[in-house]
């Protein structure tokens, strides 16, 4: 059986005015980093995640093969909802030792997309007879109570992919506050956290030697172009990504190569880059094992177990709701 519910209006996927009338007219600009996965950009992602500089994807996607049955024996999972699903890759490993086990009961799967849950969840009733699936979209960062309430075994929200990096630290414990919320007794969090590690090795992912992560920063603007009306010229920007070691994170920017004077029709504002400007566009937040644990103590979280692939390159995090 498939639901799929919608708790967004007609073109609110992004909420992108709001956010580009906010963060261009601050005085140090920026843009939030949901904004980069238009069709073109996810695609450019995509061909991100097999590059041999950019690790982040297939080590995650290595743990979970080498973890995903016992993740299961440790935790009865009968259902897993997934943020930020997109197209179930990474989440089918645990899918599969679900129905080994014989404890898989429902699939929740949260996009912003309607197109991708639609698409998912159609694939995964042939996949996987008898699954229910049950899909929201929504902003997980406003929608988190659209999750449709639990039924009767143990539920696993699975956050993937590193994405609880892109949060600046306070944003990042009110999120995760948020989802121990949401949490039963017995629900666990299942919790994708890039590592600090060699800062060359951090750099090297974000400045691979194809340009691809350099035109996917700079499609940002093309969206901006498209759905505003703006007049960026994608030429007259350079990607720059840089590891702060004082933060431990990647900071990926825009920089202006010469002044700029940007109109977006949409929002009836212009705005102006001086020579060397800078624009941020992500940051990305690498953890150590203190950090991590630390965030979720915070957030009414423990940690129950921490996977990691042989080089400590990334991190798949189990946690539980403190009583």
């Not at 694939?123 to 039924?151: C, M, Q």
Request: net charge negative; glycine share 8%.
């Amino acid at each position: 059986m498939t639901t799929v519910e919608c708790h967004l209006r007609a073109g609110e996927e992004r909420s992108l005015a709001y956010d580009v009338l906010d963060g261009l007219t601050r005085p140090f600009k920026e843009l939030p980093p949901k904004h980069f996965y238009d069709t073109e950009g996810s695609l450019l992602f995509d061909r991100i995640c097999g590059l041999p500089e950019y690790y982040p994807t297939r080590t995650e996607r290595a743990i979970l093969n080498e973890r995903s049955r016992e993740i299961v024996e440790r935790t009865g999972a009968a259902e897993l909802v997934e943020l930020g699903s997109g197209m179930p890759d990474k989440s089918r490993l645990l899918l599969d030792a679900m129905r080994e086990a014989g404890t898989l009961e429902r699939y929740v799967p949260f996009d912003v997309s309607e197109h991708v849950i639609r698409l998912a969840a159609e694939r995964l009733a042939d996949d996987y007879p008898g699954l229910e699936v049950h899909g929201v979209v929504g902003d997980f960062e406003r929608h988190l109570d659209a999750i449709p309430p639990a039924e009767d075994g143990t539920r696993v929200v699975a956050f993937l992919g590193g994405t609880i990096g892109n949060f600046l630290p306070g944003s990042r414990r009110k999120f995760l506050r948020a989802l121990g919320r949401s949490l039963r007794l017995g629900d666990r969090l299942l919790l994708g956290t890039d590592l600090v590690k060699d800062p060359v090795v951090i750099e090297a992912a974000y400045n691979d030697s194809q340009g691809v992560t350099a035109a996917f920063n700079k499609n940002v603007l093309a969206v901006l172009n498209r759905e505003l009306g703006a007049d960026f010229d994608l030429d007259a920007f350079e990607h720059v990504a840089f590891y702060d070691r004082h933060q431990e994170w990647i900071e990926m920017r825009l920089r202006a190569l010469a002044p700029q004077v940007v109109n977006v029709e949409a929002l009836g504002i212009t705005v102006h880059f001086a020579h060397r400007e800078e624009m941020r566009t992500e940051i990305s937040a690498k953890f150590t094992r203190e950090r991590l644990a630390g965030d979720l103590r915070a957030a009414g979280l423990e940690l129950e177990a921490i996977y990691s692939d042989p080089d400590e390159l990334f991190a798949v995090t189990l946690a539980t709701r403190r009583d």
